[in-house]
């Protein structure tokens, strides 16, 4: 069950309207690592897990704050568009400064929401279900979860570095310090989880079902060899189930494939013509 209280977790109030900048807030609040991506990340997860206990609540108390996280930056939006002169666009122009803010405004802020904010990132795209990941393993879904607050904190910081609004960066301190947490705690329960199960995922298929003598083995296939002086080409794996290794010249382990032919039916590029390897037109077809 959910309930709404009315005050925000914090404040979301900018010194002054603008319109442009609003249109760049909307990233972190609709876009890929946006906060409506990771609430919901979170709160699939957490209905996910078959069971109570910490990891379940954790994913539940997370998923709520960002869901509060949606609402001041919804917040903030809307008084980031107070006033904007939307009625007679032209005479507002003729200001050049008010003209070039008005020359990145997003016309859907006024057409379509109202002033409001919108779930879409900055360039419009609305917000999908297709950023989200629920697997229903904890491990691999709290390592995606410390990508998206890597990356969303990313955004946010960079966002904190485009304004002078002393009020917005307020509000964007505020955010960028709950994702140093969010890292922090994802950190914390991966790491638990791998000293319980194992660094690879899923810890439960037998290993004798995979191909063994690749599996601790770097490939070098781009040009150069820098990657052999990594931690990942030599030494114990980080599994403990083996030492890595580091082939500087992979040799190819199966033949040339050669598929049949489709069916005339599907109508395929002729044989004759893929068999033409100098490039000239077969003389059936002249």
Known sequence: MF?????????????????????????????????????????????????????????????????????????????????????????????????????????????????????????????????????????????????AESQGRLQVVRLYEMTNDRGVKDMLSWLIARDTMHQNQWIAAIKELEAKENVVVPSTFPRNLEKREVSHVLFNLSAGNESAAGRWASGPSMDGEGVFQYVENPVPLAKKPKLNPAPPYIHDTPPAVLKDVKGKIPPSML
């Open 3 to 147: 309930y709404h209280v009315k005050e925000l977790q914090y404040q979301a109030k900018p010194e002054r309207p603008d319109p442009l900048y609003a249109k760049k807030l909307q990233e972190v609040l609709g876009g890929q690592f946006g906060e409506i991506s990771v609430a919901m990340q979170y709160l699939f997860q957490g209905w996910a897990v078959r069971g109570n206990g910490k990891y379940k609540d954790l994913l539940m108390d997370t998923g709520a704050e960002e869901l509060a996280h949606i609402e001041m930056l919804a917040t903030m939006i809307a008084r980031l568009l107070d006033g904007a002169p939307v009625g007679d666009l032209e005479d507002a122009a003729k200001d050049p400064v008010l003209g070039a803010i008005l020359g990145g405004m997003n016309p859907q802020h006024a057409i379509v929401s109202g002033l409001g904010a919108m779930p879409a990132d900055s360039v419009g795209n609305r917000w999908t279900a297709d950023y989200i990941i629920a697997s229903g393993n904890l491990l691999a879904d709290f390592r995606a979860n410390l990508n």
